[in-house]
């Protein structure tokens, strides 16, 4: 039989690697995209919700009654009264140093964090639920509060999770060799603490949700502004004892995610109980300022590191302890573990590190609780790893390119299995910095750094190299501990009698373009026109099983699940194309969107007429051959595939202000086969200007009562055009040997790479003044005290 995969390819342009213009972006950008807020059904009621002002106190008594008594209001839900109709959440890990805690809908007993909901309000408008809101009387009985990741491992400290009987929620070790050992007989040894303060996400579109009950079907519909819509039916139906087939939960627009929205909230769990006791819709939209306080946080890590090398500058040993505040609760499904663990598992970097040790703290606090964001935990790890290589490289009097080249792993130890276990497939670290170094022009940009440090101004280049794992199938989970199967994902291709495509993924689309790089690789697979295909993705109920998008994982899986289903439905046109022209379907070639036989082009049936005769019936097919033209695979990568890049920064740090400015910014990029380069191209761009906020801007801040200080963006700034540098983008491509198609996740690595080049540039412009850089946000107020502390 035909290879189907070179069938399409003789007939129409290969899309796969084609800079295909997004085909989402016409709906989106005339305003008819499809968000939650833009559903408003019959009786529509509002919610909202109370939160809680203080940051650790019992809760003594709620009063609903001046509440319930306002006209407009139908319902006030407290944490005992949904207690009665939900389970309260509980991200299970099979880790033994996991302490499993519960995380009601709204808060049973007491409040543990600033903006924790204790009661929701439905009303018949969003205003008068608000105001009903507000009437809520709560006694509190304040408590210690604890804020301090580090103070709260005292025996002293008080207790955010009594259950746990201790705020150390997660505690991790990955170990190889004797790094004590090699450490102690190193020729140098680099050694910092490093401080990388708490970020959140700042989606386009809040967090919210709409939640329908059907009581005479008994179907719950919820619709959420969620990344992983399959997660969520599935402990939804746990949670509320519901069966899954009778829960629908639609993604079909979402603002933004970059992880923050990939978690179960509260709100949807409690949105969901208030339709359903009530029989009515209900629907929730959260605003900024309940954004920055209940979306999860990030980052907020406290790295001690020390490497060691020999006189060649040779890596002998890399030791670390990572201690991370995750805050109030351990959020569902990723667990507390998600971002300290990941943080030693990915800190060893595109290095040969032969002896390590990285240990690991998750501390609980009463703040808002830590969970996935655009890199998860990676950004940190190679902010201390790359900002430890600088130091060695100064301290050898080695350039800071040299002493990577020296200490990448390199093409013939592929595989390679890092100290934390996990194994690099192939990847391009050394290609992607000489490629970075020649497009830069390194050389001359060194020499005109020192022009300009001849005359007075503070100029610096920062590298930053990195590996990130991508794709992850079923040998492993995405978050350490984590029990939920998230190793595959399912494609359904159908043809109409019409010879028209419908492409459905349980993948959810929140800005990464999935309508249109799908379609390009159905495209390829099956033989039509990208304009013959629709792409459907975000609903549980018309989807096959899949749990949704998150990790860098959607192309490759669901991309790799389109390939098999494209196939297998290619094959079967091929049958019945051969049956219809009396011909071996390995004779038949495309043909202007036809199959012929090959040396005969008249003899040709076209993809409607193949299409047509697949529903016929029997009479117009092969014997013993199904009816239909569809096909459902299920795609599992196993190990998943590593994706890798150079990023390098050139700013100037002002010697009045201690602004930072980034005058020139380059990316080399290698996430294997790309689908499209535009759509890399923007991903890579609005992972820089995540990481650039990281670097320079961007810090959530409590204060020692655990309220927060940054609850809008006059104080949370995040970066505006004016601070994003316009960015060179080079690419490399080096197939996945274990992917189909060959490809490798990307949509995290901007985010990677950007805080530790900028930091390494900033140190770099500095380095005269013996000044290094170990903590971010790089402020002008932290710069001007490292200057000032220096030049005492």
Not at 65 to 93: D, F, H, N, Q, Y
Not at 612 to 633: F, V
């Amino acid at each position: 039989m035909t290879d189907p995969r070179s069938v399409g390819s003789a007939a129409l342009p290969r899309l796969v690697g084609a800079r295909v213009a997004r085909r989402e972006d016409p709906r989106l950008l005339t305003g008819q995209g499809s968000y939650v807020d833009d559903h408003r059904p019959a009786r529509l009621l509002y919610a909202a919700f109370l939160r809680s002002p203080h940051a650790h106190a019992r809760i003594v008594s709620i009063d609903a009654s001046a509440a319930l008594a306002l006209s407009g209001v139908t319902a006030v839900l407290t944490g005992e009264e949904i207690a009665r109709a939900s389970k309260p959440v509980r991200a299970a890990s099979k880790t033994p140093a996991v302490k499993v805690t519960s995380f009601p809908p709204l808060a049973l007993g007491k409040v543990r964090h600033v903006g924790e909901a204790v009661a929701m309000v439905a009303a018949e408008s969003r205003y008068v639920a608000e105001d009903a809101a507000e009437r809520i009387v709560v006694e509190y009985a304040p408590l210690p509060v604890v804020t301090d990741m580090e103070g709260a491992l005292e025996a002293a400290s008080p207790l955010v999770h009594e259950e746990a009987g201790t705020n150390l929620l997660v505690a991790r070790e990955f170990a190889r060799g004797d790094v004590d050992a090699a450490l102690a007989s190193a020729a140098v040894v680099v050694r910092e603490r490093f401080r990388f303060h708490r970020h959140t996400a700042i989606c386009m579109e809040n967090r919210g949700c709409l939640a329908e009950y059907a009581t005479g079907s008994g179907t719950l519909t919820l619709r959420s502004s969620a990344q992983c819509p399959g997660i969520v039916r599935d402990v939804l139906s746990d949670l509320l004892d519901l069966p899954e087939n009778r829960i629908r939960v639609v993604a079909e627009d979402v603002g933004g995610g970059f992880g923050a929205k990939a978690s179960l909230y509260p709100e949807e769990i409690a949105t969901c109980v208030m339709a359903r006791r009530l029989g009515r819709p209900v629907k929730w939209i959260g605003d900024r300022r309940e954004d920055l306080l209940a979306t999860s946080h990030a980052w907020d890590e406290i790295i001690e590191a020390e490497l060691g090398l020999d006189r060649d500058g040779a890596i002998v040993g890399l030791r670390a302890l990572v201690t991370a505040d995750v805050g109030a609760y351990s959020i569902y499904p990723w667990t507390a573990a998600i971002e300290p663990v990941q943080t030693i598992s990915f800190l060893p970097g595109p290095y040969r590190v032969p002896t390590y040790r990285g240990r690991t703290r998750g501390v609980a606090t009463c703040k808002t609780p830590l969970g996935p964001y655009r890199g998860v935990g990676r950004p940190p790890a190679v902010f201390v790893i790359e900002g430890l290589m600088d130091r060695a490289a100064r301290r050898l009097g080695l350039d800071p390119t040299e002493i990577r080249l020296r200490n990448f792993i390199r093409d013939e130890d592929f595989p390679y299995k890092s100290p934390s276990g996990i194994v690099w497939d192939r990847s391009s670290f050394t290609g992607s910095l000489l490629r970075a170094r020649e497009a830069l022009g390194y050389d001359a940009v060194r020499a005109e750094q020192t022009q300009a440090r001849a005359a007075g101004r503070w100029l610096g280049i920062g590298v930053a190299s990195y590996v990130e794992l991508t794709g992850i199938g079923s040998a492993i989970p995405v978050s350490p501990g984590m029990p939920i199967a998230t190793g595959t994902e399912a494609a359904t291709i159908r043809f109409d009698p019409a010879g028209k495509v419908t492409a459905v993924f349980g993948v959810a689309s929140h800005g990464q373009g999935l309508e249109t790089t799908l379609a390009q690789i159905v495209a390829d697979e099956v033989g039509v026109p990208i304009e013959d295909i629709r792409v459907v993705h975000g609903d549980t109920a018309l989807s096959p099983y899949g749990t949704g998008t998150y990790a860098s994982r959607s192309l490759v899986l669901a991309g790799g699940a389109a390939i098999m289903a494209g196939r297998a439905v290619r094959e079967k046109m091929l049958v019945i194309a051969g049956h219809l022209l009396e011909a071996d379907p390995a004779d038949l070639v495309p043909a202007d969107g036809r199959l012929a036989v090959r040396g005969m082009p008249d003899r040709s049936v076209t993809v409607r007429e193949i299409a047509r005769a697949a529903y016929t019936g029997a009479k117009q097919l092969p014997k013993g051959l199904e009816p239909g033209l569809e096909a459902t695979r299920f795609y599992d990568p196993y190990y998943g595939t590593a994706s890798n890049a150079t990023h390098v920064a050139v700013v100037e740090v002002d010697r009045a202000t201690c602004q930072v400015s980034v005058l020139r910014y380059l990316v080399v990029e290698d996430c294997g086969r790309m689908v499209n380069p535009l759509i890399v191209d923007g991903q890579v761009h609005g992972g820089v200007a995540q990481g650039l906020g990281a670097a320079l801007l961007e810090e959530i801040v409590h204060d020692d009562h655990g309220q927060l200080l940054s609850g809008t963006l006059m104080d949370y700034v995040v970066p505006s055009a004016c601070e994003v540098p316009w960015m060179e983008v080079h690419h490399l491509e080096t197939p996945s040997p274990v992917t189909l198609g060959g490809f490798r996740g990307m949509g995290e690595g901007g985010t990677i790479g950007a805080p530790a080049a900028i930091a390494n540039a900033v140190a770099d412009a500095l380095a005269p003044l013996g000044v290094e850089v170990a903590e971010l946000p790089a402020t002008p107020e932290r710069i001007f005290r490292l200057v000032a502390r220096a030049t005492r």
